[in-house]
């Protein structure tokens, strides 16, 4: 089943007046329960087409079509309602609320979709204890290593069962053994929740393990 | 969760909420403080004015207040003096005689306002019988006199001197009589000082030859501010042929002297107030611009624009609470030993002398303010967050979250 389309995708920066050609032309389709890498060097538009994927961005040209909706088009309000309850994100820098403990970084999601409290706990708290980071709970993300931040923005990233992952260089801050271990915890989500993850990342181990790759260079899709 | 992120926000940078927090907390001790002042200083000159002789309520015959001639006396004083004392909200009343006369000493005379008393009645309407700085208060002595202690070093005497009182009588001649003083007061205000005298009831009656009869009523009802219900019942028994007039009658300038200040106050709790937003404007946009990347999170995990606003304007809002219950507990601690001990303002006491109020001003806090004051704080500080909250909803989240 199609999850995502995108369909003639263009996207043209504007630098000091200049323009410049992140992506052209970019026809995709990626299924339910897909495990997608797209790989590329630096500056070939990865993480630009995940931002137009995730309708954190919008295309200079193109559509892209989410469970058969285009929401190229879409205002504000509802693309903000579609990446709370349909996707998730996971960024490079972990990007956890600095403020909130591990525990509270999961439930935080569930709060915005207006989850009782109760019930928001006991399912954050089970799905750190099937992520093994349940001894985390009451850490703030400066008390956490890296690895466990991650760990931790992967389950935020789940708990509201997501259609679809959007995980943005997710292992670049991480050391070998540990992106190794989170790259198991999302595959085993992939296999076992049928989420669908698309990595942007040039980590040889994230695109060895990658089932489908998509490779970009300079703005196109050079291999699929 | 909203609330609990706010609160934390609040407190990540310390320092920075501290600063507001401290603006919040002296913006509100400040406004407490010169409220109270303020309050404390108008009520000093309304309940100075209305202890020396103006009292809560006044009754005349009809036209005296416009024309205060000794004829102008009340036609049945034993009507009105009855009238009162059936009426359960009157505390007590004096029966005054008032003249215009001059007064001489061997070296000086001077313009002077002659009441005539009965000194047990007048010592439970006025403060005049607690304001004797030297000698005593009227007795039973035909021929006593107090005066004030401006007069007294105007005409160059003292106690225990002789002096000449002269006024026109009811006939339309000079009525004269020597009195020997017997005692001098020290009120607030030294335009009274200087104006006014009293004797004995009988000894003016005497003089301007109007028999036993007076020329005003002077009633302190026993809770002022339902004098309104007192004048219009005294009004109602005794009829067209008296005037009845209450204090804010008879002292209109005070009255809007005293609104007017109301109002500059308020004035002065808005320029307060607008300082405030600025600074808080500041403190909030600095906030938002350092959690640019984190906002870019939340919106794309989905938070809602009207979500992120309210999460800065509670922040600006727990602020304001918390700076205004400090503030409100700071500026108490400051008003409430000032209200019992007051502040002495002697080195400006000539010119508060000269506007009524005495050398120490007591603040007195009103219930009124203070709720205003409460309500007011986190409303200024929820104004100066409404900008800042704006920009952090404005922003794209693709710029937010590569925000560097």
Redo the contacts between chains.
Sequence with gaps: MEILKAENLVKIYQDNGVPVNALMDINLTISKGEYVVIAGPSGSGKTTLL?LL?A??KPTKGKVYFETENITLKE??EL??I???K???I?QAY?L????TAI?NI???M??LGIP?KVRKEKALELMDELGIKELANKRPNEMSGGQQQRVAVA?AIVNNPSLVLADEPTANLDSVTAGHLLDLMEQMNSEKNITFIFSSHDKQVIDRAKRLIILKDGRIENQ | ??L??AW??IW?NKRRSFIVLISVVVGLAAIVLTDGLSNGMMSQMLFNQINLDVSHLQIHKNGFDRNKIVKNFIPDYKHVESTLQTNPEVEAYSKRVFATGILSSASNSSGVIIYGINPDEESKVSIVKSSIINGKYLGSGKREIIIGKKLAEKLGVEVGDKIVAMSNTLKGDIGSDAFRIIGIFQTSSSGFDKMTVYVQALTEQEMLGIGDNYHEFAVIAKDYTKINLVKNNVETKLGSDYEVFTYRDLLPMLIYQMELYKESMMILNVIIGLALIFGIINTMLMSVFERI??FG?????????S?LYLMIIFEAFILGIFGTFVGLICGLLLDIPLAHSGINLSIFATGLESFGVGAVIYPVLSIGNLINAVLFMPFVAVIGALYPAYKAIKL???YA?NYV
């Design positions: 931002n995730g954190l961005d504000k309000k903000s309602k990446r709370l309850h996707l998730g994100f960024f990007n609320i600095p403020v909130l509270e439930e935080f999601s709060m915005l409290d935020r | 969760m909203l609990k992120l934390r926000n990540r990347r984190e999170v939340l919106m794309a995990i989905g938070m809602k624009n979500r794209e989240p693709i979250i």
